[in-house]
Each structure stands twice: as C-alpha cells, then as structure tokens.
C-alpha cells in the first residue's frame, strides 16, 4: 500500500464522487474524512521517516506508469528531507483549512467543498512527486481551483482580483515550465525524475551559459510564483479577495511550490546558474520585499491586505536564504516554509473569523473585540508573534538560521533584513491593538448592537488549535523537523557542491 | 538528584504553570494564582539549594543544527548566574505572594497570574543560559510576557498603547542585539560562553562593533538612554508587574547581560558604555523630580540607578602594581552586580509599597491627593521609609555600600562621570524624600487618602521580608558577618570595589543631607507641586526635557514613518499594480487571439484548456499522433 498515493488520491476520489453525484449529506460527513487521511497519513510518515529506508534519499520511493514513459515521465512518488516536513504540513494545513470551510455557512457549500479537495490532492501531490513533470501537474491541478474558488466565493474585487491572479501565476507557471523543459532537455537525461536529472548532472554539468540563462528564467517564473518583489502584486489583491481556505491553502502550501523548486531542482542541478542571480535574488528579497514590501504593510488599514503583505513580506527572508547557496540558508528556508505555511494559514483563518464578528476588514472600525472574545484575541496576538519571529514559535528558528547563514555572504542586506524584524513588530502589534485593545470604536458599537459577539466556537478553534499547536511544537523542539532537513540537504548539496567547485566569496 | 535535574526543574515549572493555566484554568483566577505561585515557590526553593547548596556546573545539548550551524540549549551555572537566579527566585516569589493580596478582585486573574509565570520561565532562561543565542531567545520572551502584562487593562487605550512601545522599542535594541550575536558567531566562531574566553585569550582579533552591538540589546532591555522611552509608559501594568519586571529582574537583565559578554570588552566599547549609563543616570534623577505620579517617580529612579549599574560596569576593571604584576583589585562587574543586587530588594520593595499604597487609596497614584498615610497605613510606612533611605544611601544599609563601590570606583577611574554620579545620588535622595513626605506625612488631601487602610498579610508579609533585606543586603564579605550570601558568591563579591575610612560615610551623609535637606526646604506635604510655585522656570525647563524624547518619538512615527509608509503604498498601487500590470496585459494580447481569449475569458475556460492539454500530452506519449 503506497500511503503517498492514498494520500493524494482520497481527496480527489471524494471529488469525484461528489461530481457523479454523491448525496449532499453523505458528501460532507465524508470531507471530513478526505480531509482528515493526508493530515494523518502526513504525520505517519514524519514519525516513520528517520527509520525507513532511503533510496537515493528517498524514503517511500515507488514509481508508477501513466503511459508517458515514452517522454522520460513516471508517476514516481517519494519523500525525502526537505520534501517530507512540507508534505505533512499540506496534509495539516489542508484539514485546518477544511475544517474551517465545512463550518463555515457559504453558499453552495458542496461546490466549494469539492474544489477544496481538488486543490488539497494537488497540494499533496507536488510534494510528494519526485518527477518534476508531475511535480508541476499537481500544482496546476491545485492552481485552477483556485482561480475559479477565488472568482466565485470571494470577497470585495473578485473579479479583478481573479483575473490578476490568473495572469500573473500563469504567467509565472510558464515561465517556470519552460526553464523545466530546458533542464530536460539540456541535461540530456531526457528524464524528469529528479533522482536521475541530479545525477545526470552530476556526471556532466550543464554549461555555465544554459545554466545561467535556465536558472534565470526559473528564478523569474517561480518569483512570480512566491511574490518576489516587484512580481507581488497579485498577492496582496488576491489574498484580500479570496475565501478564507483558499488564502489559507494557497498563501501556506501553494505559494511554497516555487521556493521548493528551486531548492529542490534549480539550484542543484544549476549550481553556477544560482551563483550568478544570487546577489540579484538577495537584493530583491530584502530591498524589495522585507524593506519596500514591509514598510508598505504599515500603512495597510484593511486586515486580511495586511495579513497577505505581510505574507509577502516574509518570503522576502525565505528568498534571501536562497541566495545564501549554503547548507546553513538552504536548511533555514524550508524550515521557514513550513513554519510560515501553519503560521500564515493561520492568521488568514482568524482574519475571517474576526471578520464575523465586525463585519469588517477595517482596523479603524473596530477595537476593544478582546472583551467579546478573548480567546480569539489569544489566538491572534499568538499567530501575530508567530509571524514576526518570536521564539517559542516555529518561524523563529527559520529566520534567524538565514539571517546567520546570509551574514556571511551578504552582511549589508542581512542588516537590513534583520531590521526586518522591527517593521513586522510594528504593523503585527498596531493591528492586535486596533482590532482588539482599547475602547470599541463607534462603528463597532453599532455592529454590535445589530449581532452581539460570540468568542471563537469548537468549530473555529478546532482548525486554529490544529496550527497552533504545529506552530509551537516546532518552535519548541525544532529537532523535529530540523534533523531530517539537514540530512536530505547536505546530500543534495554537497553532491552539487562537487561538480562544479563553487567559490563563496562574493559580496 | 543532579543539579542540572534541579536547574531544569526550576526552568520548566513556570512553564508548566502558564501551560496548564491557559489550557485549564482560564476562567477559574483562584485555582491559577495558586498554581503559579507554587510555581514560583519551587522556584524559590530550587534557586536556593542551587545557589548556596555549592552546585556549579555546565550542562548543554543541542537544540538545533543545520550544517556547521548549531544552536545549543545548555545551562551554565557559575556564581554569577547563581546570585542572579537567587534574586529572581526571592523577588519573584515576593511578587507572586504580594499579587494574591493585590489582584484579588481583579477579572482576568488568571491571565495574570499566567503571564507572571511565562515571565518566570523566560527570565529564568536568561540567567541560565549558557551561549548568546539562547540568551536571545529568552531575551525576546521576557519582551513578550512584558507585552503581556503592561497590556493587562487591555481595554484602556494608554496601556494598549505603553504594551506596544514597549515591544517595539525593545525590537529595536534586539535589532542590534542580534546583529552583534552574528558578528560575534562569525568572527570568534561560536557564541559559547564558555568557549569565547579561551577564543579571546587565544588571541582571536578583536571586534569592536560586537559588544556595542550586543549592548545595543541592553539599550533596549535595560531601557538606557534613547530607548529609555518604554519604562515610564510600561507603569501602566499591574504595580506588581512593575516591582517585578519593570525594576527588580528584567530591566536589570541587560547589566546581567554584560557581565555574562565581559570578555569581549574593549577600552572603546566600556568608554561608550559608560557615558551612555551616566547620562541615563542623571536624565532620568532630573526627570523623576517632576512627577506626581508615585509608580512614574519610581520608573524613573529604575531608569536612573540602571544607569548606575551600566556605568559601574563601563567603568572597568582596576588593576593595581604589586610587586612587579598587575593585580585585580576590583572590576566594574562586581560593583554592577552588587548594586543589581541590592536594588532588587529596595527597588521591589518600594514598588511593592507603593501598590500598598495604591491598593489603599482605591487605585489613586497622584501623590498630591494623596497624604497622611503614615497613620493610616503604619507597616506599609514603615517599610517604604526603608526603602527611600536604602537606595538615598544611609550608612549600614543595602544601598549605601552597593552606591559607595561605584562612586569610589569613578572616583579612582575618571572624575567627571565621578561628579555627575554624585550629582544623581544627591537628586536621588531630593526626589524621594520629595515623593515620601508628599505621600504618607501631613494631613489626607483626598477622599480615598481619608479613607486608606492597611493591606492584608499576603501584601504586608513580602513588604517585611523585601524590607530586611534592604537593610542586610548590603553585608557581602565576611567582615560584614556575610549575613544573607556566605561564600556563595564568593566569586562576584570579591570584585566589589572597598573604599576604606571614615571619608566614605562623610560623603554618604552629605549627599543624603543635601538632597533630603533640600526637598524638605522645597516641599510641603500640599496639593501643590513645591518646585513648581517656588521655580516655575526649572519646574518647565524639567518637564520640557521629559517630555522631549516622547515628543521626538512621536514626531518621527506620524510625520515620517507613517507618511513614508502611506507615499510607498500609493506608489506601489499607482506604477506597480496600475502601470505594469496593464503593460503586461498587453504584452499577454499580443499572443493572439486564441491567447486573449484565454485570459480574459470566463475562468471555467481554464480548466478545459488544462484537461485538453493533459489529453494531448498523454496522447502525444502514447503514440497516438
């Protein structure tokens, strides 16, 4: 029994049932179950992985034929270290997000239900695949729901924001499959399996011009991808606009599939190519996206503009790590991704459910919420500390192991980056202030007076404390997670380190 | 069991205190407050056996590691960090003790008493920890349970406000903090702190940038001068918090901070460490003259004997020829450490008394309406009369011989800062003697001064114990009888600079003589401000240069960060979003027809176009065309 397939094939059979018409009644009682199998098998394998065997660096390696062999294409399932910690926070995310959907009293709630369950099989199914064909095919099966959840369920500007988004990730999806055929092809494997590319590459380098000219190409494509400073603008809008599981899912999980990529497939297997953008990378991650982007969430009135800036604004940290081209960056930016994935699904699940209880997104109409509804009020001071790095939380150990990583290479940017730090402290605390300290605004009063405040119900704070506990579970014992990323890295790494010899110096 | 057992048992029990308090006891403040302060009785207990049961130790492992990068979780014990763990267990439990009395009616006790032990866990870390980052790690923790309980009234705007500042203002000074952690981890090669001496003496070169850097996180923890802004506004926590965290532990944490960073030290650094503390010193002794609000007039008198303590510490080692080799006679380190000592205990005992005080009066803090306490409130008067002598300076108690090891150590180094530290002990004892007359003596100027009472044992009790030990906290060799610390902290105490003869307590008398003779001439226990009637103009100018710091702060948050935040978000909507996303629209038409229909067509269009496109491919590889 291959549980990688389990995983991504039960939220999709569910879907597809719901599609050949499975009763409305029996429908929901089984999402929960869709739902639920990827969050716990995601979990099983976390526990199992420091003990299973490895191929490669693969644990749970199986390869299945599609009739695409032909092309150098395989179904080929698989974890290793880096893929593993992302892959359970999928299945996790994914439930949280589920869990959130079904309570939530949308209209055509099946519809919605379904598509989540398209999108949550994707999701497993990028970090599961060890192909880069299929890699990609599931993030374009998470990709589409997406569009049409965010065109039909979403909130003020959906149309535009639909659109925007459409262009700008297809555009950036392109882009990115473009420079993944050019590997194929360029690499002569005339493979997409990442296992044979690396080591394919590993006997015979690519040239410095093809890796130069892929790498720049990836870059840009999944730049778009994750944000990258100025390609970011759909971010924002887009988050603003979408339903609450839709941000959860797409800013937690998706939105990692670029940053995966590239430390997965663009730098290892183009170690010259990344060596070149790397100081271009850096300088639009920290100029761009921690500075511009962070100095700009300030002035964010809107809540849920805020939370999706602010999202930006941190994979500004992740894309510095990047451009460390170091075992130390590498390792800190996927544990970053996960810790960003519970924690920005998190502020967008509370976003909404703040959202009910003052009917709006605005931080000048609201104030004083913590006396109706203290635990929501702990729950977000907790996730807004999350996000700006406070120890105790999972973010925290991502940041600081790229800020040592990135002293070394870039000590100007790490500065400003580090500075950083300060910024998100500001607009992370003024928004828990506004939205629930001090007196209630004028506004609020009315809002109130029309549906009184209830604080967080079991439905809400199941999918919150799900986060949340994942958040400080990492945050306390990092060695959780930290250990089995730091072994799937230094063998990739260290194996790209030895084609070409990669000289440090820089900056 | 082995003491690093112990030592981690003391960590973790506030921590299992808080966890179980918010995940159980949320609503039920009496069972909380009796969880945390068992906690923080075993505490208390653990820090005693540790400290004088002659356990010293090291123990680490590693918390984290990623390539040659690693990140270890380990305790180093030695004296200094037992003297500092002994003080935190003793003035925490006084604290938790004397909130059972104080928040009694409070609502939301239990969060109260939650936040206390996650700032008892946090700041246990600091003391124990054993490398850089790690003690940065606890440092941001002790930054959020001080969030947490400045924002204890969380409905009042003023302390949603002070909460904020305070986190931010303290990022800041972590800003450089961490930043120097990073130049200290490259250029030495480990933040180990038993590593970094022999790396020093090894001859590793020097970084002059890290320990500036590193004290930067001081700036910000122990609230020198400019990041002082935070510690005035933190007062708007509960008084107990402010005995606690805001005078006694935390704030001191970044003196403790330094003495645990010694070795890196350079001339240059001291030298600007030292003046930052002596302005600190002497801004914060003029700014305490003007307040009317008894918890204000504390916060700044924290601010000014900090900066004592960083002073004492930028003033250095002494060294002295006999026979041909140097020889430590004393070092900056001893006489910080033993003024953070004995401030603790007058300085919480103080804060604690004027929680009493509060407490009594129905919550009024403006001792102008206060008055006439001294009958109505005997023990708390009493007690507080011992607190206001110990830190003015009266010869035989605490805080006469803590303040007479840094004055004679200035004295022997450097003249100046010897004068300005002089000038800020006579404004010490000006201002609270000032403070002490206007609240307990005359008649009562208000209702809720007519009406004050005593407070009750879980109150009065740790005002008496905090009391004593202002008064033998000051014995710390065996001359003295070695009262209260034996050899415990043999290894600290020997670096206290002694003066010697008679000339020392001329000095003390006269300083205490000057500042108490003059606040007596200034002020009548009135409902009327005495140096403002007497000399309006001083009275201004002081007021003027409190609030010049806020003043600036303020300027620079609404006037330029904000504006600058509001001018890049309209250029990012009007050329970002506005300008390049319509280019690239137009650059998509260019694909064609079939292209545009593509994208500006209906979404569902998509999801065909992706399942024709699967179909192709897989038709394509299965030889179909």
């Not at chain 1, 690499?187 to 590459?201: C, N, Y």
């Not at chain 2, 000032?434 to 009406?451: C, Q, V, Y």
């Not at chain 2, 033998?472 to 902290?489: D, M, Q, R, V």
């Amino acid at each position: 029994m291959d549980l990688l397939l389990i995983a991504i094939l039960s939220p999709l059979a569910l879907s597809l049932a719901m599609v050949l018409g499975l009763p409305k009644a029996v429908a929901r009682n089984l999402a929960y179950v869709g739902f639920a199998i990827p969050a716990v098998i995601g979990i099983w394998l976390w526990c199992q992985y420091g003990a299973a065997t490895k191929e490669s660096g693969y644990a749970f390696l199986t390869s299945y034929d599609t009739g695409l062999s032909g092309l150098g294409i395989n179904l080929t399932l698989g974890l290793n270290g880096i893929a593993m910690p992302l892959f359970a926070m999928a299945g996790i995310v994914g439930l949280a997000a589920g869990l959130y959907a079904l309570q939530s009293a949308a209209e055509r709630l099946n519809q919605y239900v379904l598509l989540l369950l398209v999108m949550q099989g994707g999701l497993m199914g990028v970090f599961a695949s060890v192909d880069v064909f299929f890699f990609y095919f599931f993030h374009e099966l998470a990709l589409i729901p997406t569009f049409i959840m965010v065109g039909i369920w979403g909130g003020r500007d959906r149309n535009y924001a639909a659109m925007k988004m459409t262009i700008y990730l297809t555009v950036g999806a392109m882009l990115s499959l473009i420079g993944l055929i050019a590997i194929y092809y360029t690499s002569g494997a005339q493979t997409f399996d990442m296992i044979a590319l690396r080591e394919a590459v590993a006997d015979q380098g690519l040239s410095t011009v093809a890796q130069k000219n892929i790498f720049g190409l990836l870059m840009v494509g999944f730049g778009v991808l994750v944000s990258l400073w100025p390609l970011h603008t759909w971010a924002p809008l887009g988050y603003g606009a979408a339903p609450s599981s839709v941000a959860m899912l797409h800013a937690g999980v998706l939105k990692k599939f670029g940053l995966y990529g590239l430390i997965q497939v663009a730098m290892p297997l183009l170690p010259q190519g990344a060596q070149h953008w790397a100081l271009i990378l850096a300088t639009l991650a920290v100029v761009g996206n921690v500075l511009v982007v962070g100095i700009i969430t300030i002035a964010q009135r809107d809540l849920k503009q805020l939370v999706g800036y602010s999202s930006v604004m941190h994979m500004g940290y992740a894309f510095l790590g990047i451009a460390c081209i170091s075992l130390v960056g590498v390792g800190g930016v996927v544990f970053m991704m996960v810790a960003h994935g519970f924690s920005a699904a998190l502020l967008f699940l509370l976003a909404t459910s703040i959202h009910h209880r003052t009917q709006t997104f605005d931080l000048d109409e609201m104030g004083g919420l913590v006396k109706h509804a203290p635990v929501l009020s702990a729950f977000f001071v907790a996730a807004t500390l999350a996000s700006i790095g406070l120890p105790g939380f999972a973010n925290f150990w991502g940041e600081i192991t790229i800020f040592v990583a990135a002293w070394k290479v870039f000590p100007v940017l790490t500065v400003i980056a580090v500075g950083g730090v300060v910024i998100s402290a500001i607009y992370g605390l003024r928004a828990a202030a506004r939205v629930f300290f001090g007196p209630q605004t004028e506004a609020f009063d009315k809002v109130l007076e029309e549906k009184p405040a209830a604080d967080l119900s079991w439905s809400e704070k199941l999918p919150a404390l799900i986060l949340l506990v994942s958040l400080l579970a990492l945050g306390f014992w990092p060695k959780l997670m930290s250990d089995s990323i730091n072994e799937s890295v230094t063998e990739i790494y260290t194996a790209a380190e030895a084609v070409e010899p990669v000289d440090v110096a820089r900056n | 069991m082995q003491p690093s057992h112990l030592a981690l048992l003391v960590l973790l029990s506030p921590l299992g205190s808080a966890a179980i308090i918010a995940l159980l006891f949320r609503r039920q403040g009496g069972i909380a407050s009796v969880i945390s302060v068992a906690s923080a009785a075993v505490v208390a207990v653990g820090a005693v056996i540790l400290a004088y049961g002659g356990h010293r130790f090291n123990a680490s492992i590693d918390w984290f590691s990623f390539g040659e990068f690693t990140l270890s979780f380990g305790f180093k014990f030695d004296d200094l960090a037992a003297l500092m763990l002994a003080i935190v267990g003793v003035v925490g439990f006084c604290v938790h003790l004397f909130s059972l009395g104080y928040m009694n009616d409070d609502e939301n006790k239990a969060r109260y008493f939650g936040g206390l032990s996650v700032f008892m866990f946090s700041m246990i870390g600091i003391v124990l920890a054993d490398n850089l980052f790690m003690i940065f790690v606890f440092w941001e923790l002790v930054g959020f349970s001080s969030y947490l309980l400045i924002n204890h009234y969380c409905l009042k705007q003023s302390a949603a406000d002070a909460s904020k500042k305070a986190f931010i203002v303290n990022r800041v000074g972590d800003f450089g903090f961490l930043i120097g952690i990073l130049i200290c981890y490259w250029n030495y090669g480990t933040v180990d702190l038993n590593e970094l001496p022999a790396v020093v003496a090894g001859g590793a070169m020097m970084s002059v940038l890290a320990p500036i850097l590193l004290f930067c996180g001081a700036i910000g923890k122990s609230a020198q001068m400019p990041l002082h802004v935070w510690l005035p506004d933190a007062m708007e926590g509960p008084t107990p918090v402010s005995a606690l965290i805001h005078a006694a532990t935390m704030v001191a944490a970044g003196i403790y901070m330094l003495c645990r960073i010694e070795v890196l030290m350079t001339a240059d650094a001291l030298n600007i460490i030292l003046w930052i503390g002596t302005i600190t010193a002497v801004y914060a002794a003029l700014c305490a003259v003007v307040q009317s609000d008894i918890k204000k007039v504390l916060a700044y008198s924290t601010l000014s004997q900090l900066g004592y303590m960083v002073a004492a510490f930028g003033l250095g080692s002494l060294m002295v020829e006999h026979d041909g080799h140097e020889v430590l006679l004393a070092a900056g380190v001893g006489a910080a450490m033993f003024h953070l000592t004995t401030h603790a205990f007058f300085k919480a005992l103080l804060f604690l008394g004027s929680g009493s005080v509060i407490h009594g009066c129905h919550h009024e803090q403006n001792i102008f309406k206060m008055g006439g306490l001294a009958r109505k409130m005997p023990l708390t008067f009493v007690t507080f009369t011992i607190g206001v002598l110990a830190i003015a300076g009266l010869p035989f108690l605490s805080g006469f011989y803590s303040k007479d090891a840094i004055l004679h150590l200035a004295g022997e180094k450097n003249g100046l800062i010897f004068g300005l530290l002089v000038f800020t002990a006579v404004l010490t004892s000006f201002y609270m003697i000032r403070m002490w007359r206007i609240t307990f003596l005359g008649e009562p100027r208000s209702d809720a001064a007519s009406h004050a009472h005593e407070s009750g044992i879980a109150m009065t009790a740790p005002l008496v114990v905090l009391a004593i030990l202002s008064i033998i906290g000051g014995y710390t060799t065996h001359e003295g009888a070695g009262l209260i610390y034996g050899s415990a902290f043999a290894e600290i105490w020997s670096q206290i600079p002694h003066p010697e003869g008679i000339g020392v307590f001329i000095k003390s008398l006269a300083i205490l003589a000057v500042g108490a003779g003059l606040a007596f001439v200034l002020y009548k226990p009135s409902a009327q401000d005495g140096l403002a009637t007497k000399a309006p103009g001083v009275f201004t100018a002081l007021t003027a240069l409190k609030e010049s710091f806020d003043a600036a702060y303020n300027y620079y948050v609404a006037k330029i960060q904000d504006r600058f935040a509001m001018l890049l978000n309209f250029l990012e909507q009007v050329l970002l979003a506005g300008l390049i996303i319509r280019g690239l629209a137009g650059v998509v038409g260019l694909f064609g027809l079939g292209a545009r229909a593509l994208h500006v067509g209906s979404l569902h269009a998509y999801v065909y176009w992706f399942l024709l496109g699967a179909v192709l491919l897989w038709g394509f590889a299965g030889g179909l065309f």
